[in-house]
C-alpha cells in the first residue's frame, strides 16, 4: 500500500541519549515534513524539505536534524534527547514543495516519544 | 505561533444531527485545508479550498470560506458515530517565509449514538 511508513511506532528513551526516528515515502513526493504534536499546541512544524537535497527549519527546530539523501527518507534526528521532547512525532509528504501551491499533505501514522 | 484556531475545542453531538467547525486565522492564505485525526492515528486531508473560493462540497463535508473575516468553517451534515474524531484546519500562507502549512489546536467531535 502507498503511503508514509514510520518507525518506531514508540519508543521510551533516557535522557541524553541519541535518537533517529525515520521516514519513508514511496509516492515519489517532492516535500517532506516533521511535525511535532502536543496536547493544546496542535502540530508544529520542526523541519521540512522542499526537494531531495534540501532542507529547511520550521516552527521548532532546536534540539533536531534532518537529513534529505535521497526523495523517499527523510530522518529526524535527536542528537541528546531533553524530557521536553516527549511528544508524537509525525513525518507528512506532498507532491510539492513549500515554496510552491502545495496542497495536501499526507501523514504517517505517528511515533511516540518518551523521553524520561 | 498558531495560525489557525478551532472553535470549539470539543463539540459533542447525536447521530444524525450536523456538526459545524469554526477555523480562523490572522494572516493573508493561498489555501486553508481541513483534517481528521481518528484518535491514535495520523491526519488524513478532507478537503482544501483556495482563497478565491467561497465553499466547496465534497460528500458530507461543506467548508466555506470568508476572507475579509479570515475565518473558515466545517459542517459535517446527518453525522455518524464514525465521524468521532478531531477536527484540524491548516493555512497556507501566501507570502513569502509565510508560504508554509500551519494547524490549528484542533475541535474534538464526538458524535454518541
Known amino acids: 500500500i502507498a503511503g508514509i511508513t514510520q518507525a518506531p511506532t514508540s519508543q521510551i528513551l533516557a535522557a541524553g541519549r541519541r535518537m533517529t526516528l525515520r521516514c519513508t515515502q514511496d509516492m515519489r513526493h517532492n516535500a517532506m515534513y516533521w511535525y511535532r504534536q502536543d496536547l493544546g499546541l496542535g502540530l508544529r512544524l520542526i523541519h521540512y524539505?522542499?526537494?531531495?537535497?534540501?532542507?529547511g527549519k520550521g516552527e521548532v527546530p532546536d534540539g533536531y536534524s534532518v537529513s534529505r539523501a535521497n526523495t523517499d527518507d527523510f530522518p529526524l534526528t535527536l542528537a541528546s534527547a531533553v524530557p521536553s521532547q516527549t511528544s508524537v512525532y509525525f513525518c507528512a509528504s506532498s507532491l510539492k514543495g513549500q515554496g510552491a501551491n502545495t496542497g495536501e499533505l499526507f501523514f504517517g501514522e505517528g511515533s511516540r516519544l518518551t523521553v524520561l | 505561533s498558531q495560525q489557525g484556531e478551532e472553535d470549539p475545542q470539543a463539540l459533542s453531538i447525536q447521530e444524525g444531527e450536523n456538526a459545524t467547525m469554526n477555523c480562523s486565522y490572522k494572516?493573508?492564505?493561498?489555501?486553508l485545508q481541513w483534517y481528521r485525526q481518528n484518535s491514535g492515528r495520523g491526519l488524513v486531508h478532507l478537503i482544501l479550498i483556495r482563497s478565491n473560493e467561497r465553499e466547496k462540497h465534497s460528500g458530507r463535508l461543506r467548508v466555506t470560506l470568508d476572507t475579509s473575516k479570515k475565518s473558515s468553517s466545517l459542517l459535517i451534515t446527518a453525522s455518524r458515530a464514525a465521524d468521532t474524531a478531531s477536527y484540524f484546519c491548516?493555512?497556507?500562507?501566501?507570502?513569502?517565509?509565510?508560504?508554509?502549512?500551519?494547524f490549528g489546536t484542533g475541535t474534538q467531535l464526538k458524535v454518541e449514538l
Open positions: 491548516a493555512t497556507r500562507g501566501s507570502t513569502g517565509g509565510g508560504n508554509k502549512l500551519t
Open positions: 524539505s522542499n526537494t531531495a537535497g534540501t532542507t
Open positions: 494572516t493573508s492564505i493561498n489555501n
